[in-house]
Every structure is written in structure tokens, then in C-alpha cells.
């Protein structure tokens, strides 16, 4: 059974870091497509970054210099080092697999999900 647990979220100032971790079971971690999505009230889920299984990345545009996804494999852990936090980036975050190893047109297409982490962040 695929499982994918969600970590790391909080309420933090504007301005400040956060990690979010993601454990992943159940598959084959490191020939998976890994992204994080987020979504917060009343919008759509939106793609954050992407990560291949070969380490290729992709991110939103609202979050290029300031996220980092990143994993480790030994760990079957997904990352997602966020800096320089502002109030647009209070959502639920998701962590999501897909069963193929690459980006598409520079996303992951997911077939699995995680429960989420809710990050909040305060002015």
C-alpha cells in the first residue's frame, strides 16, 4: 500500500524558514516522479515543485529562489525547504508521487497523495 505522511508544517512568521518532509512507503521512492502541491481556501490546487528521479526540478513561478525540493533516497524522503515565507503561502500542503520517473512538460502528474501539512504563515 502506497503511503505518503506529511510533516513539518506550522504557523510561522512572515519572513521565516520552514521544512516540510514527506515519508514515503508502500513503492519504489527513488524511480518515482515527487512533487508538492499546496491549496489554500477557496483556490485550486496548484503545483509548487516537482522533483524527477533523476533530479531534474520544476517550480511555480511565486516560489522560484525561495523553495527547494529535494530527497534522499536512503531516507524515502521527500523535502521541501521553504524560505523567505510570506502570507500567500499559507495552504495545505501535499505530497504526491507519480508512477513514472520524469517530469511532464516539467510537472509530475500524480497518482498518489498525501493527507497534508498545513503551513500558515503570519504578518
Known amino acids: 500500500e502506497v503511503q505518503l505522511v506529511e510533516s513539518g508544517g506550522g504557523l510561522v512568521q512572515l519572513g521565516k524558514s520552514l521544512r516540510l518532509s514527506c515519508t514515503a512507503s508502500?513503492?519504489?521512492?527513488?524511480?518515482?516522479?515527487m512533487a508538492w502541491f499546496r491549496q489554500a481556501p477557496g483556490k485550486e490546487r496548484e503545483g509548487v515543485a516537482h522533483?524527477?528521479?533523476?533530479?531534474?526540478?520544476s517550480y511555480a513561478d511565486s516560489v522560484k529562489g525561495r523553495f527547494t525540493v529535494s530527497k534522499d533516497n536512503a531516507k524515502n524522503t521527500l523535502y521541501l525547504q521553504m524560505n523567505i515565507l510570506e502570507p500567500e503561502d499559507s495552504a495545505m500542503y501535499y505530497c504526491?508521487?507519480?508512477?513514472?520517473?520524469?517530469?511532464?512538460?516539467?510537472?509530475?502528474?500524480?497518482?498518489?497523495w498525501g493527507q497534508g501539512t498545513q503551513v500558515t504563515v503570519s504578518s
Open positions: 504526491a508521487a507519480a508512477d513514472y520517473p520524469f517530469l511532464l512538460q516539467g510537472s509530475c502528474r500524480p497518482n498518489y
Open positions: 508502500g513503492f519504489s521512492f527513488s524511480s518515482y516522479c
Open positions: 522533483l524527477s528521479s533523476s533530479g531534474s526540478t
